[in-house]
């Protein structure tokens, strides 16, 4: 039997076989993949342990025996980590092209007050949310940030901030924060291709400060069909100035964004240069070591948004999704994401038939979504399915 890896993912379905484990056998390729929905493990079975797998899928139970795949950590428990973004302003000092979190009284009205936002974090935290994304707008144009961060540091939870990287971070903010992440794509452009300005010396220095205290930090690329053969490039700058970076696809419905989606062809590319060469994260795909088993990305389960207003969104790029108030009504809130969930699962895709399904988990919804209903397969599919198909060749022949 062979590792492939284990992944750290709470997956809520249920498989009514397995009683108290959310175990599944999967025909991958001439091969079976024993899965376990509870913490993402997958493991490559051979025929003389089948039996015994047949087993542990028939009775749930992991006491049973395998001492393999205990070695591996198969049946560990999963953390279950939880994440929210909280989108603590709509103000913002850019204006960059396709910008999900544009709304149309950006820079006009005035933002939630802080009561509003305390009592937002207090559900997220009592609701299991304990890693909190801080995003807008520009969360650091926001005069009481550091009593938002301050805050939620008190209660312990784990503080991502995102930012443009413009305005310099005071250690009054850093030093409650765990992750400071910059969107900047190349850093010795003044202008990025979206319309982002770049200040590369404030940003250098953030980064500096965020290392002296102790804080996690990186710089965020988004790559559209604009960008997207320059990854080479942004690893060398990445190497050059000595931060790691991450990449998140560019999707947007704005007709004046079209241009920047990303072609079939070059989502194929991006997958092989994804496995081949970059040591950076696309979409929670890692390399070889991490695949892990999911039945979907996470939308409305271990990953929600709030937008600027308080509004409930399955995930940060599906505002247009509104759940409820989480200042104002709560209760209501919190029991439509637990319907809008149920609905989902129960949703047919046309993902059902596709041998990727089980490592893949369909792509991101909101792209589902954006492109019709939540049936349809992310119109980035071809990203996956490259990927997956590679690594078939990697594993298997
Ligand atoms: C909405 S911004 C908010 C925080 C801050 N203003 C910033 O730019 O980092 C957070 C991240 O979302 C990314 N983003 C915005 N619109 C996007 C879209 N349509 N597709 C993919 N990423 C997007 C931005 O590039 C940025 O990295
Ligand atoms: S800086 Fe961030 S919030 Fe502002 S327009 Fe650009 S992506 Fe959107
Ligand atoms: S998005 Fe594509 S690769 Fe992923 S499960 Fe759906 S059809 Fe398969």
């Known amino acids: 039997m062979l590792r492939l890896s284990i992944g750290f993912y709470n997956i809520l ?51 049973i025996g395998e001492e393999r795949l205990k070695e591996i950590g198969f049946f560990e428990q999963s953390e279950g980590r939880k994440q929210a973004y909280i989108h603590v302003t709509h103000h913002c000092n850019m204006d960059c092209v396709g910008c999900y979190s544009r709304v149309s009284n950006r820079n006009k009205e005035n933002d939630m007050p802080l009561e509003k936002i305390i009592k937002i974090i207090d559900e997220l ?156 994260l696309i979409e929670g795909i890692d390399p070889l070591d991490e695949i892990c088993c999911k039945r979907d990305c996470g939308a409305a389960s271990r990953s929600i948004s709030v937008d600027a207003n308080g509004n409930l969104a399955p995930c940060h790029f599906m505002h247009d999704i509104n759940l409820g108030n989480l200042g104002e009504d709560s209760k209501d809130a919190w029991e439509n994401l637990k319907k809008f969930k149920e609905d989902l699962d129960n949703t047919k895709s046309e993902c059902s038939n596709c041998e990727h399904y089980f490592l893949c988990g369909r792509g991101c919804l909101a792209r589902s979504h954006s492109s019709g209903n939540f049936g349809f397969k992310d119109p980035y599919c071809n990203f996956y399915k490259t990927y997956y198909k590679l690594l078939q060749r990697e594993l298997f022949e």
């Open 125 to 280: 935290y009592d609701n299991g949310f304990v890693d909190l994304v801080i995003s807008g707008g520009e969360p650091m144009l926001r005069k009481d940030l550091e009593n938002i961060v301050h805050y939620a540091k008190s209660k312990s939870m784990n503080i991502l901030l995102i930012t443009n990287g413009s305005i310099d971070i005071p250690d009054s903010i850093l030093c409650d924060i765990d992750i400071l992440s910059i969107s900047l794509d190349n850093i010795e452009e003044e202008y990025n291709y979206l319309g982002r300005r770049i200040d590369k010396d404030m940003i250098l220095r953030q980064f500096e400060k965020a290392k002296a205290n102790g804080v996690l930090y990186n710089g965020i690329i988004t790559i559209s069909n604009q960008n997207i053969d320059k990854l080479n490039e942004y690893y060398q700058m990445s190497i050059k100035y000595e931060f790691p970076i991450t990449f998140s696809l560019f999707y947007s419905k704005d007709e004046n964004a079209r241009e920047y989606l990303v072609t079939d062809e070059k989502l194929e590319e991006l997958a092989k240069s994804n496995f081949e060469i970059l040591p950076g």
């Open 13 to 63: 379905v249920i498989k009514k076989e397995a009683k108290s484990l959310k175990v599944e056998l999967h025909n991958y390729h001439n091969h079976k993949i024993l899965c376990n929905y509870d913490n993402g493990a997958v493991a490559l079975i051979d025929e003389e342990n089948l039996p015994y797998v047949n087993e542990l899928i028939d009775t749930g139970k992991s006491e």
